[in-house]
């Protein structure tokens, strides 16, 4: 019986490789996973953003008892805009604001003194 559990574990083990793609092992947090989320760019990235938002804010609009689908919807709104929180691209803005500060301080270098 022994060999029959360690083939079924084995079993199990190479069918989460294939089948466990969705939430990853976060790199700097053991206790944490990330998932991949697919955009055409930052652009799409901030519309994503903003339509999750719009949806809680007609969500938080709208009669709670229109939908007997949802139970708890302030649960799930609160779902969402953590959702859109944590895809806000901070590192990216940072990167932005940093690269256009040294565009003008080149461009002031260039440009002929008064």
């Known amino acids: ?12 083990r190479e069918l989460s490789g294939n089948c466990f793609k969705t939430l990853r092992p976060d790199k700097h947090k053991k206790s944490s996973f990330t998932i991949e989320l697919n955009v055409d760019g930052y652009l799409d990235l901030l519309f994503t953003i903003a339509n999750l938002i719009k949806v809680s804010i007609l969500a938080l609009d709208a009669d709670e008892t229109c939908s007997s689908e949802v139970q708890n919807p302030p649960i799930n ?28 301080k080149k461009k002031e270098k260039k440009s002929p003194e008064n």
């Open 77 to 104: 709104i609160t779902n969402m805009l953590e959702i859109a929180l944590q895809l806000l691209p901070y590192d990216e803005a940072e990167f932005l604001d940093q690269s256009r500060e040294l565009l003008l």
């Open 1 to 12: 019986m022994k060999t029959n559990e360690i083939k079924t574990l084995e079993e199990l």
